[in-house]
T-cell receptor, first 114, second 113 residues
């Protein structure tokens, strides 16, 4: 089992370009999350999907959109990238048969916006 | 809403010495508490968690944490650190019937020889 996978691992964009970060899980979890990690700020929730077919804003949703394509996949889209979106992005999942708050993380995508 | 404070941004410890990382949370009811570790360039790995029951919980890699309701704390400890424990550590809090977690800003641990 791969767990939680993210693509790409690294990306460099120019200001104004768009891109989609992909996340897939084979853990059969209901909930999926997108975080950004910036130095000294911990992880901040961008968007989450409590179950297939639902999405909700987190703490820092501006400039982002998400799609819960199916139970396995949850993508994050930057429509017009800005330098302030330079960050490391993590996808996480939760919702196993026990300890449903426990989140499992992907390896991250390091994004630089020039 | 719940929140987490990790008062120490950076801790340096000698190899073989003990380590304690502090975590304070703000939440009215009984929280779900977690410690995660992040090695450089990696994702987050769960070290341990507290939901209920025994307030001293054991985790992986020789770590333990103690939940103290009276102090709203969930401090992480290790009796003897190894060089491989150099990493960033995050405390997180959640609540029942809500899948979201709130993370602290993290504590970076440096291990010197």
């Amino acid at each position: 089992n791969a767990g939680v996978t993210q693509t790409p691992k690294f990306q460099v964009l120019k200001t104004g370009q768009s891109m989609t970060l992909q996340c897939a899980q084979d853990m059969n979890h209901n909930s999926m999350y997108w975080y950004r990690q910036d130095p000294g700020m911990g992880l901040r929730l961008i968007y989450y999907s409590a179950s297939e077919g639902t999405t909700d804003k987190g703490e820092v949703p501006n400039g982002y959109n998400v799609s819960r394509l199916n139970k396995r996949e949850f993508s994050l889209r930057l429509e017009s990238a800005a330098p302030s979106q330079t960050s490391v992005y993590f996808c996480a999942t939760a919702g196993g048969t026990s300890s449903y708050n426990e989140q499992f993380f992907g390896p991250g995508t390091r994004l630089t916006v020039l | 809403a719940q929140s987490v404070t990790q008062p120490d941004i950076h801790i340096t410890v000698s190899e073989g010495a003990s380590l304690e990382l502090r975590c304070n949370y703000s939440y009215g009811a009984t929280p779900y508490l977690f410690w995660y570790v992040q090695s450089p360039g990696q994702g987050l790995q769960l070290l341990l968690k507290y939901f209920s029951g025994d307030t001293l919980v054991q985790g992986i890699k020789g770590f333990e944490a103690e939940f103290k309701r009276s102090q709203s704390s969930f401090n992480l400890r290790k009796p003897s650190v190894h060089w491989s424990d150099a990493a960033e550590y995050f405390c997180a809090v959640g609540k029942s019937n809500d899948y979201k977690l709130s993370f602290g800003a993290g504590t970076t641990v440096t291990v010197r020889a």
